[in-house]
Each structure stands twice: as structure tokens, then as C-alpha cells.
């Protein structure tokens, strides 16, 4: 009896000791880990980046450190969002960066974003006359946004490869913004002569027999500069850096295992994007063969090709110098 007694304090004893060292470990494991850090992160509203940010956002790759908000904003927000501060990271025009810099506001850049071989296109109404881009001179073209990559691109083909002063104040043409919804009445109605276009209005335009396209500006940009044209980075802040700076670092490696995830399963994702979106079909496939989003790591290559659009920038007068890329990669 007494031998059974002991037998079963010997027993009790033992499931107590692993009660306890079981709610250890798990203590031990959540203090390890700890809460997850909060990342607000803003795009532009296009559907190109619902494709890099699919395996996130369905939890297929996932992170045990960070947790993220994607926000996705039409151009006009997304610019004003920038300098405000009110996204951890946010995506800018590369042009953008460098201008901010030479006023003295400083972004960090922790990955690169929209690569353009051949996305920016300047289309003119077909019955308009306008044969060439030099005959440009004395008319208006439109564009969806004077700080825009794209609007640098064509400023700067216009000024290198047609001899146009393209200022934005006093030069030989006259610059006007407007949304690209309203670019087809503008262009038929003699309003503008021509039109700069890229993502879904720039596709609809060019298989739309009313207009023609007068140039395809990227692939002349990149004749006359000799370097690809990144459009936009994803950026950040001194003090996000600073506060945040482990969590940014597992962003970047996020960020690329869902680009990753999209260029492995390109034809599905492409099919769930463009019925959630409603995309006119073809739209995603033409995209990506004229388009790159090497969301990530920021590589050298990167880094040559952001320095390409600082000096275009410098070229057509837009900056007067522009700062080391390295200087603003965030680490």
C-alpha cells in the first residue's frame, strides 16, 4: 500500500514537472517571438501590383515577424501620401526621390519598383496630321501627372531626339494634366494634340482605331540615354529606418518571394487578377512584356538603372545634380 502511495506522488510529481515545463516553452516560444511588427505599405492602384502582391495577400508566403497593410492608391493620392509620411512605405516616382533630395526631404530607398522597357506611349487622334513628334512644337500634350517617371521620359525624348525645349514653363510645347479617362475626347476634339499614356489607358488606346501611337516613348528613351527606365520605387523614411529597420529588411524578403511566387505561376495568377479586376483581356500578358516589377532586394543593377532617370532628370534641367543612389538605400 505504502509502495503504491509512493508510486503515485512519484507519478503526480512527474505530470507536474511537464505541465509546467510545457506552459514554459510556450512562454519561452511567445517571448521569442514576440508581436509582430505593423507595416503600412501603399502602391499605386493598378492591377499589375494586385499580381506581385497575390501570394501575399492570399497567405501564401507569409512572415513570423511582420505584419503588413497594402493600400493601393490612384496617382493623385499616392503623390500626396509621399511627402505626408502617412505610409511606412510607400511607392515613388524614381524622378521623385531625387527632386525631394535637392529640397532637402530625404526618402530611403528599400526596393526597386515599376521597370519600364516599353510602357510610356505618346498617342495623337489619327485624323490630327501630326506625322512626327517634332511637330509637337506650339501644340498641348497631355499627361496624368507633371512628377511622373513617364512625364520625364517624354519631356525628355522630345527635348534629346526631336530638338524640343521641353520646360514645363515657357518651353515649345504646353504641358497639361488631366485624368486618362477624359484623354480620348480631349485628343478628337483638338484640346490636346497628344497624349501620354501607360498601363490599362495607354493598352485600351492602342487597340483603339481612333489614335495612333505617335511614339513609343520608353523604347526611344532608352536609345537616347543608353540606360532602362525605373519608373517608381517603393520608399521610406530616415525614422522608419531607424524604428523599424529589422522589420523593412524581412519586407524586402517578403516582397520578393511573392514576385517570385507570381513569376512561377504567371498564366494562373494573371486569370484571378484579371476577373477579380475586370481587365480587358490581354491586358496583364501585354504588361509584363513591356514592364518588369523587381520588387526586393535593391541590387546593382537597379541602382544603375534609378541613376539612369537622375540624369535624364539633370539633362532636361529638371535637378541641377542628383545624390549617390547609394546614399539613399535603405539598409
Not at 512572415?63 to 511606412?88: C, H, M, R
Not at 521641353?166 to 484623354?183: K, M, N, R, V, W
Not at 541602382?303 to 532628370?313: L, M, S, T
Amino acid at each position: 500500500m505504502v509502495q503504491h502511495m509512493t508510486y503515485l506522488r512519484k507519478l503526480s510529481f512527474l505530470v507536474i514537472l511537464g505541465v509546467i515545463g510545457l506552459f514554459s516553452f510556450i512562454a519561452c516560444t511567445e517571448e521569442a517571438s514576440g508581436p509582430k511588427t505593423p507595416l503600412r505599405v501603399a502602391y499605386l492602384d493598378d492591377p499589375s501590383r494586385d499580381t506581385v502582391l497575390h501570394a501575399i495577400r492570399e497567405g501564401i508566403v507569409t512572415s513570423d515577424s511582420i505584419d503588413v497593410e497594402f493600400v493601393l492608391l490612384p496617382l493623385p493620392t499616392i503623390i500626396q501620401a509621399a511627402p505626408a509620411k502617412e505610409y511606412d512605405v510607400i511607392e515613388a516616382a524614381t524622378v521623385g526621390v531625387a527632386k525631394a533630395a535637392a529640397g532637402g526631404f530625404m526618402f530611403n530607398i528599400l526596393s526597386p519598383g515599376l521597370e519600364n522597357f516599353g510602357g510610356t506611349l505618346l498617342f495623337t487622334a489619327k485624323d490630327s496630321g501630326i506625322t512626327s513628334p517634332a511637330d509637337l512644337a506650339g501644340k498641348t500634350v497631355v499627361v496624368p501627372s507633371f512628377g511622373g517617371t513617364f512625364t520625364l521620359e517624354t519631356r525628355y525624348v522630345l527635348h534629346k531626339g526631336y530638338g524640343l525645349d521641353t520646360s514645363l514653363q515657357g518651353g515649345d510645347i504646353s504641358f497639361i494634366e488631366a485624368p486618362p479617362p477624359t484623354y480620348g475626347e480631349l485628343l478628337k476634339s483638338g484640346e490636346a494634340a497628344a497624349a501620354v499614356l501607360i498601363h490599362i489607358p495607354g493598352y485600351v488606346m492602342l487597340n483603339n482605331p481612333e489614335f495612333t501611337m505617335l511614339t513609343n516613348v520608353t523604347q526611344e528613351f532608352q536609345q537616347l540615354s543608353g540606360g532602362s527606365s525605373m519608373n517608381s520605387v517603393l520608399a521610406t523614411y530616415p525614422e522608419v529606418v531607424a524604428a523599424k529597420a529589422d522589420a523593412l529588411r524581412e519586407l524586402r524578403v517578403l516582397l520578393g518571394d511573392s514576385l517570385a511566387y507570381y513569376k512561377k505561376n504567371q498564366a494562373e495568377v494573371n486569370k484571378a487578377v484579371t476577373e477579380a479586376r475586370g481587365l480587358p483581356p490581354g491586358f496583364l500578358e501585354w504588361w509584363w512584356e513591356v514592364n518588369n516589377y523587381p520588387q526586393g532586394e535593391v541590387t546593382q543593377t537597379a541602382k544603375d538603372r534609378i541613376k539612369a532617370i537622375w540624369q535624364a532628370a539633370q539633362d532636361i534641367g529638371d535637378v541641377k545634380a542628383f545624390p549617390s543612389v547609394n546614399e539613399h538605400v535603405a539598409p
